[in-house]
């Protein structure tokens, strides 16, 4: 796969937080709170489409006389008690909280500040995966607007100082793209993959979660349930098209 088709991405989504970052330094405060809201639940009903789009594999595919919905169930379920167990959702709100105050300080902070706040949940980790191994940057485009939309709020705020995250940002997506790759090497077509497909969509039920909550409806835990995506590939093997 071509270095452009398993990181592209990553590139829209610097891109869009240098923009966001521009933008909002140059705008100040006259950015409204309301505005950027109405912006998150528009970007929460296209989330929800590219959701439905992503688990359309888990009908298709089969696990003997049953749907792959059926094992990615029980991944969910095995993965939750997991996230639960090691509590996964608490400790990333911690880290979000202690992430917003450093963004509303000044100094070294905003930097790991803005790090967690970019760079910390499902969205990064399932988008650069399914980026690196199918070579699909639909996720990560809407991921590249959530934080291009965050970065004019917070730049409002701290100005171009905030520019200061894209470096850590690019590493660490790039490597999570590299290790999707890596997933992939050695298939002439991961998309013909049960278990890169089973792995994907399973990724998809978690975008769906996502979609909730950016649409502020009750939703299921998408943190706690991150395990499950560790579980995916091993109930892969026994899927069939």
């Known amino acids: 796969m071509a ?11 610097l891109l869009a937080v240098a923009l966001g970052t521009a933008v909002g330094a140059a705008l100040g ?8 809201q109405q912006w998150r639940r528009w970007l929460g009903v296209v989330t929800l489409l590219l959701a439905v789009q992503m688990v359309q594999p888990l009908w298709q595919l089969r696990l003997g006389a049953f749907p792959a919905v059926l094992p990615a169930l029980l991944a969910l379920v095995l993965g939750v008690s997991a996230g639960e167990a090691l509590a996964l ?13 450093a963004v509303a300080g000044s100094g070294p902070g905003i930097l790991a500040g803005t790090f967690v706040l970019f760079c910390v949940g499902p ?16 996720l990560l485009l809407v991921k590249a607007a959530l934080d291009g939309v965050s970065s004019a709020l917070l730049a409002a705020g701290v100005g171009l100082t905030l520019a200061w995250v894209l470096l850590p940002m690019a590493v660490f997506q790039f490597a999570l ?5 890596l997933m992939a090497a050695g298939l002439s077509d991961p998309m013909a993959s049960p278990v890169l497909v089973f792995s994907a969509a399973l990724g998809g039920l978690l975008v769906l979660s996502l979609a909730l909550e ?16 560790l579980l995916a590939p091993l109930l892969g093997w026994g899927i069939q098209p």
């Open 3 to 13: 270095l452009w088709e398993a990181t592209s991405g990553t590139w829209i989504n």
């Open 29 to 36: 405060s006259r950015i409204s709170l309301d505005l950027a």
């Open 89 to 101: 959702e608490r400790r990333l709100g911690a880290w979000l909280r202690a992430g917003g105050s």
């Open 123 to 138: 969205m990064t980790l399932v988008g650069c995966l399914r980026n690196g191994a199918l070579g699909d940057a639909d």
């Open 177 to 181: 793209s590299a290790a999707g790759a």
């Open 214 to 229: 950016l649409l502020e409806l009750p939703h299921p835990s998408s943190v706690n349930a991150l395990p499950a995506l």
